[in-house]
Structures are given as C-alpha cells and as structure tokens.
C-alpha cells in the first residue's frame, strides 16, 4: 500500500464537522484481495488488539467491524479502524471514521479523527504497515509500535497542568488553540477577549510577583516582614560563609540554589560539615548563589491559590520505598516503577524514580547501599524534595485546611502579587492554625504545576483547571468574536471586503482575510491568497480584532478544513463550474456538498445567509442550526415570499431599491443607484454580493443605517476593493480590471461590460491550469463571445505543460471566432496568445484606442496596477465617458 496524502483537516471539512485526520491510500494488490480471502485475519487483528471488539462499525453494535472483517471489507477500511484504536491504545479517546472509494480503482480516502494531530497522523502510519503485515502474514510488534507512538505523544501532548486548563475551557465552549507546535503556550478565545496561558502563567501573572517567587531570598524577606513564619536562613557565595551560617544557625540545615526549581540542587537534613560541602557544591550547579537555612520538621505541604482563593491542598512525600524485610533496595526501587502509575515524565499520575546523584548522597545519609536489604516496614526516602516530578506522591488535604492556615496562603498570594501560586507549607498538620506548631514557608512558585492536585496518589482530585478559566473568563464570556464565513464560487472577495468595510464603518475592528491580503482594523498586515485555515489562524490570533469576516475558498475546505470550529454567520454566495475535478470533487452536487461545510459550521444561535436564486444554495437549509436569511435578486421569487411570510428575513430588490424584508414589514436601505459596485445596476452579479453582504451585517447587529452608510461609500477602486470590478483611465483608455476566471463569473461581467460604451472591446485574459479541458474551451469561447479582441496569456500551469492551457483557452475562442456570424461573438473575434501577461497588456494598449474599452482579467492585480499607474493613471467614475 502506498499512503498519497496524509495530512490534518483543522476544523469542520467535507467529510466531517470535526477535526479529522485525511488519507489518501493506494491499497495496489489488495483490491484484489478482501479481507475474507485472508486465513484467520479476525484471530490474528485480535489477538494484536482486542479492543477492536469494540468497534460497532455501520452494523452499530460491539463487534460490529470484527463481522464485517470476517465477511469481508477491503484494506483501507481497515487500516481507519486500526489508526482508531493506536489512538486509543496511547490515551487519546476517539471513534469517528469512514473511509470512501473514489473514481480511481484501489484509492481510498480514509478519514478518522484524532485528538492530538501529530499522535493521528503517526497512528495511520503504523495502521498502514500493520495492515500490510496482516495480510502478508508477517509478525507485527505490537509493544514496539505503541512505544513509538508514544513517543511521539509525549513530545507533542499539551502537560497535565495545560490540559487540565483547556479541558475546563473546552467544557465552557472557549476556543483554543496552541501558539507553539511542541509548547505549552496556548490561547484560549480570539481576538480581543483571548487570554494566553504558558502552562500555569497568565497573561495576567505579575512580571514582579513572578521574579519574588523565583528569587527564595527576596520571598523570605518579603513573607518574613509580613509575620509569616519563615525558615531562619543566610544567602551565601562561598563554601566558607556557607560554614559560618551552619555555625550560627545550628544542624540540621537544607541548602538550595537561590534561583531554582523542581528541587533540582536542594538537599536537606544535613548535620556535619562534610555533608554540608557536598550539598553546596550539588547547589551551585544550579545557581552561584545557596540558600543555607534551619531544617523545620514536619510534612512537606503544597497550597494552591488561583485569583486570591485557597481551591487545592496535598501533603506530599518525597521519593521513597518501604522495605518488606526481603528485597533489596534496588529491587524495592525497580519493583515501585512497575506500579502502571507510574511513568515517564508526565504521561501518568506518578512518574518514574530516577536514582541520580541526590539519590546516592541520601542513600549513603542512611548507611544504606543499593544492595542492603531494607527491614520490614522501614521506609527509605531517595529524594531531598516532595516533587512529584521526582517520583514523589500526594495525598489531597484540601479540605482539612484550618481557616487560619487558608487566610495565611491567601494573604501569601496577595502580598507576593500571583494569579497563580503555589505555596510550599512545613507543618505537622494544616487542621491546626501554624502558631500551634513548629511550620514554615519555604518557597513559593509562580506557575506551579497542578499534577499532584489534579490526580494524588490518595485522595480526592480536584479541577483546578476550572479555576484558571473562571478567573481568566468572566461568567457567560466565551471568549469568542463574531465570525463570519463566506463562500461560494463567485463574489466571494467582493463581499468580505464589503462587509468587512460595513462594519468598519459601524465602529468595528475588523480582523479580514480573503483572496488579496490579511486586513487588521483596515491596516494591510500579509499580501497574498488568504482564503484558507492558515489566515483564520492568523485573524483569530490578533488581540485587537472583534471580529473576524474570512473568505473560505474551496481548496481550503478540502486541504485543510476552516481552521475554526464554527461560525457565527455563514454566507453561501453561488455554486458554479469551477474546480470540477480537483479532490473528488467531479459534478455540482459535490461542489455544493463542498462549499455547504460552511453552513453546517454555523453555530447554535447562529446566521446562514443563503442566495434563494441558486436552487442548490437554497438546499443548505437542512444544514443550518440557526436561522436563515435569504437574499434574491428576484422579489416574487416563491422562496423568499414564503420565508418572509414565515417571519423569516429576507433582503432583495423593489422597485430599484435595496430592501429588508419580514413578515408584513418592508424596510428600504439604500437605492441601487445609490450603490458605487453595483455600477448604477448594471453589475448584477455585485447588487447580490450587497444584498449577501447587507444580510450578514444585520445578522450581526448593524442597523439599516448602518448599512446604508457602508453600502454608500464603498466604491469599485483599487483602493477598496483591488482587482474587482476596477474603473480607471489609463493613457486615455478606459480599462476595466477583474478577475472572472470561470464561465458563470464571466457571464455575470458581460452585463456590465455590455454597459459600458466603447467602440470595441478588447480582453487579457488566462486560467489557472488546473480546470478541466472543457472548462478551458468553454473560458475561452466565453471571452470570444463578450469582446471583439482577446489577448491569451499563461499564469500558473498547475500541473500541466507549458501553454497547454493557454492553446486550450485559444482554442474555445477560435472555436467561437469561426461559428456563425448571426451568433454574438461569431465570425468577428481576434485572437492573439502573448504567454507573458504583461507583454500581452502592452499589446492590448497597442491596440486600443480611446473610444475602446480594456478588460482586464489577470491574477497578478497589484503588478498591473503598478503598470496602469504609469500610464497617466485614473480613476474612473461608474458610466462616466472616458
């Protein structure tokens, strides 16, 4: 088998509302071979994993895909169930799949969804092999396939502590998404109600509350001269001041790095002078500078405050074994890391004891060797400190804490200036106020971690995620800005860049991305084709946008999905012949099934703005959540007179005049006249991307003045909307520069070019390679058939040789020249192939004359206006002469 593509949808896509791994397999020889010819495959995928009786599969019941093994299914479905299951296997619950034929004998697309992107994709890498393995018979390492796997989990899985935040905001319905691929930095919301996290930090943890937790000399004094009970204790440079502090304040002592953490350098119970040298040397490894200080008695505790509130505590131990009288020590240890809660890092409740050189030092502490056999009973600690991350354990005391000792950790965090903070308490007990016994803080820490409180070896765990979320985010706040998608095959920049400008012009910052560029607040920040998941990311992440209006094209959806999980509006423009083809994408339905993504995508509560003039756009209602407003160039239309009759809203042309309607209500907006992009009326095509426009405005709150405003002073320029339906003079040449690059949008302009007056009309025009041939031969006769010269040039090949495309587009248009003269077009269109596009807009200039009129149709929009520009450039007023 041979995997074509693999890769990651990151949002709602064509074969799934949610994130979803996609593959593209050629299963070759065994399409010929069905599972049921395969001896004993349903023994042999159980016994390597059993769990696949699990999986109901289309029967739905346990079981379920086992039976349809056993009669028979072909290798890539069972290479979606297998890639399901090594997900599970690692910790990753999932369930969703389906796998699909395609026009092409043996390729497959397998989808299935995956929790942690890079764990799916290396799932269905191991799937792939392990189903060629299955059936050619050869051995399959089951254990060697799950430890690779994760590996991979581990190096990329979000830590306990940030999985627990974005567990408690997922729970809320806030957005998220990681800042840095293999970090602990994540945003939760978009735009200007975001908050960013960086494991247990906050964007609202203090810079200086920070710095004292991870200075210990500066927290002592700090707490010390707030009446908080403190170890006694010097801050030494040297070996010999760390001697004379020992003489001063008396055995037994602890030495620590001054700046440090996770006990890394901290020794304690240190009674003679010997050992106290091998501990300060242990410590200025980590730091030049040592805490020496008093050893207080009593039981390690941890305090967790989050915005001001004592919400977690545990006792904690460090590292340790208890002896049975028989084992060894060394075998006492290996036999502790066996316990399966024990893991790597973080990957389970409790993590593996690594022997080290603190270990040793302890161990010889105790008279004790790796060899000594340890009496029954006795326990042996292997670790100075009580981090979990050392193979400590916890046990939850929270609510055993005294009021007192819960105002004490309160204050703490006050007077240090923490969101978060974690308290590091000596006490005998924490059910007793601290003045009743011998307790100390040692340390505080900003950012600490939550393992112990989340999930202690004994006792209740509690959700302290919860608690990050709910001081981050108010009640009722999501953390969410309004997005509004749009799509279909047409007028889709038009109509971002049109609603992007009505809201604007509403007092809105507006986070904008289509074909062209990224806008943030009407400042242009990337140039380009951003009409994907890609620029989503890019608007959701800016901290001043309130909302966010995105082109979806369709190569997007099928590449990669939206890149958010759903939308406030979505708008579906037109479904037309473009694209057909591409990513099993071959007829209209599919198309429309396609672009439809962005409806379903439409959140509860939410808006889907339909064209009740495209019968297939019309049918996206059944994907709609919310409500639905209509938009149609046709006031009778049976359609929007029914939904208006049901109070729906619907907005549409009377009499010349934008209008709302509902129910027994109609509203006028702003006459068509009055519209600069619809060209007094005559651009047909741009009245529907108002209407379109209009409608998601009123979905998110504008009001008809509104409205009217921002469809009034949004004009058909270079400066406003670039490379759409521009009118400008050009050495006395009225040039219209666009971009209709299929048929239906080409018949659309024809209107408005027929409109405008000229002698003759003289076209540059091309197309991106990757259309079918028909698609080609049916541009080109379009572009013969609206002018009296085209000039065809090649852009991007996209696959195809060099001028193919272009002898395609000539072609259509030779075919059109040479019909009959009674037919529009026929028997009187030149056509002339120029391959370079700007040699081809010279020619055309060579050509023209002032009474002529240039349409220009080209891809590289910010280049030609550089050249027009230079040609005692103008801006031209809609139906002026030039």
């Not at 939308?567 to 012949?577: K, P, R």
């Amino acid at each position: 088998m041979k995997i074509l593509e693999h890769r990651a949808l990151r949002g709602p896509n064509y074969y799934s509302r949610y994130v979803a791994i996609f593959m593209r397999l050629d299963i070759g020889e065994l399409e010929q071979r069905p599972s049921d010819t395969v001896p004993g495959i349903v023994a042999r995928i159980t016994e390597h994993l059993p769990t696949l009786e699990e999986h109901r599969c289309s029967i739905g019941r346990p079981g379920g895909f086992l039976e349809r093994l056993a009669r028979g299914t072909w290798a890539g479905h069972i290479v979606e169930h297998v890639a399901i299951e090594l997900q599970n296997l690692i910790g990753f619950s999932v369930g969703y799949g389906k796998t699909l034929d395609t026009s092409e004998t043996g390729i497959y697309n397998v989808v299935y969804r995956y929790r942690d992107e890079a764990c799916g994709l290396a799932a269905g890498v191991e799937a792939v092999d392990i189903v060629e393995r299955l059936f050619d018979g050869r051995p399959i390492d089951m254990p060697l396939i799950i430890a690779r796997l994760k590996a991979v989990r581990d190096a990329h899985m979000l830590g306990p502590s940030t999985a627990s935040i974005v567990a408690a905001a997922d729970q809320r319905g806030i957005p998220w998404m990681r800042l840095s691929e293999d970090s602990s930095f994540v945003q939760l919301g978009h735009g200007h109600r975001q908050q960013r996290i960086q494991a247990t930090v906050t964007g609202r943890t203090n810079l200086i509350g920070y710095g004292i937790a991870d200075d210990k000399n500066w927290t002592k004094q700090l707490l010390g001269d707030a009446g908080i009970p403190v170890p006694r204790g010097r801050v030494c440079d040297s070996l010999e001041a760390a001697l004379e502090a020992a003489r001063t304040l008396g055995y037994p002592l602890v030495v620590k790095p001054l700046v440090g953490n996770h006990g890394r350098g901290v020794s304690t119970g240190i009674h003679d002078d010997q050992i106290l040298r091998e501990a300060f040397e242990a410590a200025t490894r980590r730091h030049s500078s040592v805490i020496v200080e008093q050893h207080i008695r009593g039981d390690d505790h941890r305090l967790l405050v989050i915005d001001g509130r004592l919400v977690a505590a545990a006792r904690r131990r460090p590292a340790h074994v208890v002896g049975d009288g028989v084992a060894t020590l060394q075998a006492l240890v290996e036999a502790e890391n066996r316990d399966p809660r024990r893991g790597l890092g973080h990957e389970n409740l409790l993590t593996r004891i690594q022997l080290d050189e603190q270990s040793q030092r302890l161990i010889e502490q105790q008279n004790l060797t790796l060899q000594s056999v340890i009496a029954a009973g006795e326990i042996v600690y292997l670790k100075p400190t009580a981090n979990l991350s050392t193979g400590g354990t916890a046990t939850d005391v929270t609510d055993e804490v005294h009021p007192e000792v819960r105002y004490m950790a309160e204050r703490i965090a006050r007077l240090v200036g923490l969101d978060i903070i974690g308290i590091d308490l000596l006490a005998e007990t924490l059910s007793r106020p601290l003045e009743e016994q011998a307790a100390a803080v040692v340390e505080v820490n900003a950012g600490p971690g939550f393992r112990m409180h989340l999930s202690p070896t004994h006792g209740e765990g509690r959700e302290v995620g919860r608690h990050v979320v709910d001081m981050l985010f108010g009640e009722g706040d999501d953390g969410r800005i309004p997005i509004v998608a749009i799509t279909g095959t047409n007028g889709k920049t038009t109509t971002v860049r049109l609603l992007a400008h009505l809201l604007r012009q509403a007092g809105r910052k507006v986070g904008m991305a289509c074909t062209g560029s990224i806008e943030i607040d009407n400042h242009v920040i990337m140039r380009g084709d951003y009409s994907g998941p890609q620029a989503a990311a890019i608007v959701l992440r800016e901290p001043t946008a309130e909302c966010a209006v995105l082109e979806v094209a369709r190569g997007g959806i099928m590449r990669r999905g939206l890149g958010f999980d759903a939308c406030d509006v979505g708008v579906l423009l037109n479904i037309a012949s473009d694209h057909l083809g591409e990513s099993d994408i071959h007829t209209l339905d599919d198309l429309a099934r396609c672009k439809t993504v962005v409806i379903d995508a439409v959140r509860d509560g939410g808006t889907a703005v339909l064209n009740a003039d495209d019968s297939r756009v019309l049918a996206a209602r059944e994907w709609a959540r919310g409500e639905t407003i209509l938009f149609s160039l046709d006031p009778d239309s049976p359609s929007v007179r029914r939904h208006v009759r049901e109070h729906g809203v619907a907005f549409t042309v009377v009499n010349g005049c934008i209008v709302m309607r509902q129910g027994q209500v109609q509203a006028e907006i702003v006459p068509v006249f009055d519209v600069p992009i619809a060209f007094e009326g005559h651009a047909r095509f741009n009245v529907a991307n108002a209407l379109a426009a209009s409608a998601a405005a009123h979905a998110l709150g504008l009001g008809i003045a509104d409205i009217q405003r921002g469809l009034q002073t949004f004009h058909p320029t270079h400066g406003q909307n670039p490379g759409r339906t521009n009118l400008l003079v050009a050495d006395g040449v009225q040039v219209l520069v666009d971009y209709g690059h299929n048929v239906a949008a080409l018949i659309a302009l024809d209107e408005l070019v027929n409109c405008l007056p000229a002698r003759r009309r003289i076209a540059v025009a091309s197309a991106p390679g990757n259309r079918r041939d028909e698609d080609l031969m049916a541009l080109g006769a379009q572009l013969a058939r609206m002018h009296d010269t085209v000039y065809i040039y090649e852009t991007d090949p996209r696959g195809r040789a060099v001028g193919e495309t272009a002898a395609l587009l000539c072609r259509g248009a030779e075919a059109l020249a040479a019909g009959e003269p009674g037919e529009r077009g026929g028997g009187r269109c030149r056509v002339a192939l120029i391959m370079d596009e700007h040699q081809a807009i010279d020619a055309a200039f060579a050509e023209a004359g002032q009474d002529d009129l240039l349409v220009l149709l080209v891809d590289d929009i910010e280049s030609v206006i550089e050249r027009l520009k230079g040609r005692r450039f103008t801006t031209a007023t809609p139906g002026e002469e030039p």
